[in-house]
């Protein structure tokens, strides 16, 4: 029974983990192809995951993270670096969030405002969210300073739509898409219809072929 009770808070973690046996194909796959097909090459995408996402796009690309943007390397990402930029599409990987108990739906992609967005922060994270960093520290890597960063400038901007997204069985993905951009609808249909466990799935060949 000790034993048992010692596993008790592990068994969110197990249960993700079995899901993702069922779920084994993320959404990125296919999302990142349309992405590419919708956004306007004049448009530019802020993200944290400059894989895929990034790939396909011939918009202008600002990899928070800093593996292809020299200056997110050498200094965390800020809200003065993002007004600067001026995105229209942000995405990060919710590393410092748990939204997956806050978002309790069948639905794989939900709008998110500033209160929930900040009710999901974990633990040990407040400041850093609500003041910003210098610079990065044990616990505080880019990964995790350019997420924060970039939930702070969605939730106080104002001029975006949020949105979580299911990937591989949980709420871990984000995205802010200004409200009055013009691929607005047409990105949210094609999260809609490739994240899920029914998502439409396009193999890279095909679209490799079809680019």
């Keep these: 029974m000790i034993v048992v009770a010692a596993q008790l808070p592990h068994l969110t973690t197990y249960l993700r983990?079995?899901?993702?046996?069922?779920?084994?194909?993320?959404?990125?796959?296919?999302?990142?192809?349309?992405?590419?097909?919708?956004?306007?090459?004049?448009?530019?995408l802020a993200l944290t995951e400059a894989g895929r996402l990034a790939y396909w796009t011939d918009a202008r690309v600002e990899d928070l993270v800093g593996l292809n943007t020299p200056r997110n390397a050498l200094a965390p990402v800020d809200a003065a670096y993002l007004e600067s930029i001026d995105p229209d599409v942000v995405m990060f990987y919710a590393s410092t969030?748990?939204?997956?108990?806050?978002?309790n739906s069948g639905d794989s992609v939900l709008p998110l405002d500033e209160h929930r967005l900040r009710?999901?922060?974990?633990?040990?994270?407040?400041?850093?969210?609500?003041?910003?960093?210098e610079r990065f520290a044990?616990?505080?890597?880019?990964?995790?300073?350019?997420?924060?960063?970039?939930?702070?400038?969605?939730?106080?901007?104002?001029?975006?739509?949020?949105?979580?997204?299911?990937?591989?069985?949980?709420?871990?993905?984000?995205?802010?898409?200004?409200?009055?951009?013009?691929?607005?609808?047409?990105?949210?249909d094609a999260l809609r219809k490739t994240s899920g466990r029914e998502g439409e799935y396009e193999p890279y060949w095909s679209a490799a072929h079809a680019r």
């Excluded at 969030?97 to 978002?103: M, N």
């Design 138 to 188: 044990y616990g505080l890597t880019p990964e995790k300073t350019s997420a924060l960063a970039a939930a702070r400038f969605l939730a106080k901007s104002g001029r975006y739509s949020i949105f979580a997204v299911r990937h591989l069985g949980s709420f871990s993905h984000v995205y802010g898409i200004k409200k009055d951009l013009p691929e607005h609808d047409a990105i949210v």
């Design 17 to 44: 983990l079995i899901n993702r046996v069922w779920e084994p194909r993320g959404y990125a796959d296919t999302f990142s192809v349309r992405l590419g097909r919708i956004l306007d090459p004049t448009r530019m």
């Design 97 to 103: 969030f748990e939204l997956q108990d806050t978002l």
């Design 119 to 133: 009710g999901g922060l974990l633990p040990g994270f407040e400041d850093a969210y609500e003041h910003g960093v």
